[in-house]
């Protein structure tokens, strides 16, 4: 079972960056499919970017342009850089793994990292 640490979360000023990790352990991401997620305030959970075992990506059209994904193997960590800000940015960023074994879906969560972006 993979356990997920996210950081890099923080205040940052509309059209300012930050960079969010996922440190994974206990399991090797590479069998993973590996994606963000946020909340923001009165929202539901919603998927801001993935990617796949074989490094797919996609994301929200709302995030288009501005923020990247990455995986690092070799470091059992997913990133995600979060260019262009904007205040509706502003939300608990998530980390998950989720691994389809025998036809199950196993989903696994990180406790969250809060980013909050200035107008």
């Known amino acids: 079972q993979v356990q997920l640490v996210e950081s890099g979360g923080g205040l940052a000023q509309a059209g300012g960056s930050l960079r969010l990790s996922c440190a994974a352990s206990?399991?090797?991401?590479?069998?993973?499919?590996m994606s963000w997620y946020r909340q923001g305030p009165g929202n539901r959970r919603e998927l801001v970017a993935a990617t796949t075992k074989v490094g797919i990506r996609n994301y929200a059209d709302s995030v288009k342009g501005r923020f990247t994904i990455s995986r690092d193997n070799a470091k059992n960590t997913v990133f995600l850089q979060m260019n262009s800000l904007k205040p509706e940015d502003t939300a608990v960023y998530y980390c998950n793994a989720h691994w389809r074994r025998n036809g199950v879906d196993n989903d696994y969560w990180g406790q969250g990292t809060q980013v909050t972006v200035s107008s």
């Open positions: 206990g399991s090797i991401i590479s069998i993973y499919d």
